[in-house]
């Protein structure tokens, strides 16, 4: 952001700022997400572009299974770099960018290395629950039915 610094009336040359000049004052506040053109850097962000086509082929069968809505926030160091909320409660299903529009059934919090390997089926969910690797809360048994999902997506 920029700010036009004030005319001062007794300015000798070269001491502070010049009539005309601007002070860059930074961000006046730090994006709790990377920009969208980094979130590409981010396998986790490609896992959920591709999640979505399945969703929007099969997600009127999935909202007959599952009947439930999942927010999921995909950290980093402790910080939330990816937040996407999948609603397989309502109309046909659907995957979106943020919290949850309507209150979720259940929240996971998950580090994107431990995200990556529960998608790809290289560690069991329960026994990284259970180890601490992720957080949930709300209906945690719920969990099941979003493995059941990530499975039928990790077929096609």
Known sequence: MWKRVDHQPKVK???????GQ????GSAREPAMPH???LSEFQSFLVFEDISHHIKEVGAQLVKKVNA????????DGKTILQRTIDLKNGSG????GSARLPADTIFTIPEPVFMELVLGKINPHKAFLAGKFKVSGKVLLGQKLERVFKDWAKC
């Open 13 to 19: 040359a070269g001491d502070g700022h010049q009539v």
């Open 22 to 25: 601007f002070k860059d004052l």
């Open 36 to 38: 969208p053109l980094e």
């Open 69 to 76: 809505i999942f927010q999921l926030d995909i950290t980093k």
């Open 94 to 97: 659907d995957i979106y960018p």
